[in-house]
């Protein structure tokens, strides 16, 4: 089910579709903030490993090495799951929009 299928789409005014581009630009935010958290995950596991060489510590820095890249992985996938849901109701919704253009002409 689309966020705003409750809604026809006459009903629909600015500020609707300005919220709509809201959660997308949150979406967007969302994933930058994934992305900064794994970027610094994978950049301190890198630091560990070099600096502390094979003792314990470069354990730790293999470990957040690959937290950082799974919590990427997990970003980018949520992104583009949302990316696809929203694309598929824009395109909805300006379907129905063309719809009824055609049929009052």
């Not at 470990?63 to 997990?74: E, H, M, N, R, Y």
């Amino acid at each position: 089910m689309l966020p705003y299928e409750k809604f026809l789409s006459r009903d629909f005014i600015l500020r609707d579709w300005l919220a709509v581009d809201r959660t997308i630009l949150a979406n967007e935010r969302t994933l930058l903030s994934y992305t900064r958290t794994a970027l610094t995950l994978i950049l301190a596991g890198l630091t560990f490993i070099r600096f502390f060489g094979p003792q314990l510590w470069a354990a730790l820095g293999y470990v957040s090495l690959a937290t950082g890249l799974v919590i990427w992985g997990i970003g980018l996938q949520r992104y583009l799951g949302k990316l696809q849901h929203y694309q598929a109701y824009v395109q909805e919704e300006r379907g129905e929009r063309s719809e009824q253009k055609v049929q009052t002409h």
